[in-house]
């Protein structure tokens, strides 16, 4: 696709049930990154993919937080027995690597309640 | 610890005002690149900055690059109601972590009319 595409775009659960986020980042694309964001902050880092290295997870927030990316291309977050302080936009980004420009999807606001 | 600190955190202007905001670090970067955020989308990038010393214009934004390349700042002349939003700085290059990529905080803008 032209741009990296997120899915769903919203999604509301319920605390205690688990949610995949999809990332389908701009195709070439070897570095592919998570961030969360709550309402008017800023971009707080997840995980880090880069071509078949092992992920940078030092951001990930729990052991209920976790990722993966297929083929070096799709990427799903996995957040297990969701909390409502897990509620906020989830980002994405992919870019060439090596610190070049991200392209961000849109996002998925995930509310839990 | 915050690698890189934005400054101020909000911003609120009449139209027409000058502005600056402030991206600091005690690290070297071999590249800067600044984002706007607007709501509901994702950050796109503005400008990266690459050269200690550089200053890069924009139309009304100018955007300097500290000559250590530690820094940077954003100026904006005779700002306009759309040119709010939120405004993100990232270091590139800093070294293995998060992606090559860290972002500040942001500044949160908003030009009244």
């Known amino acids: 696709g032209a741009g990296v595409s997120q899915s769903p775009s919203n999604k509301v659960t319920e605390k205690g049930k688990d949610v995949e986020l999809r990332c389908d980042p701009i195709s070439g694309h070897t570095a592919l990154y998570w961030y969360r964001q709550s309402l008017g902050q800023g971009l707080e880092f997840l995980i880090y993919?880069?071509?078949?290295?092992?992920?940078?997870k030092s951001g990930l927030p729990s052991d209920r937080f976790s990722a993966e990316r297929t083929g070096g291309s799709v990427s799903t977050l996995t957040i297990q027995r969701t909390q409502q302080e897990d509620s906020a936009v989830y980002l994405c980004?992919?870019?060439?690597?090596?610190?070049?420009?991200?392209?961000f999807g849109q996002g998925t606001r995930l509310t839990v309640v | 610890t915050q690698l890189l600190e934005q400054s101020p955190q909000f911003l609120s202007i009449q139209e027409g005002e000058n502005l600056t905001v402030y991206c600091n670090s005690s690290s070297v970067f071999s590249s800067l690149q600044w984002y706007r955020q607007e709501p509901g989308e994702g950050p796109v990038l503005l400008v990266t900055v690459v050269t200690g010393g550089e200053v890069k214009k924009l139309k009304r934004l100018t955007f300097q690059f500290g000559d250590a390349r530690k820094d940077s700042s954003l100026h904006i002349t005779a700002a306009q109601t759309g040119d709010t939003g939120l405004y993100l700085c990232?270091?590139?290059?800093?070294?293995?972590?998060?992606?090559?990529?860290?972002f500040g905080k942001g500044t949160k803008l908003s030009v009244k009319p």
């Open positions: 993919f880069q071509g078949n290295s092992a992920p940078d």
């Open positions: 990232a270091g590139a290059g800093y070294g293995g972590s998060q992606g090559n990529l860290i």
């Open positions: 980004a992919s870019s060439l690597g090596g610190g070049a420009e991200a392209f």
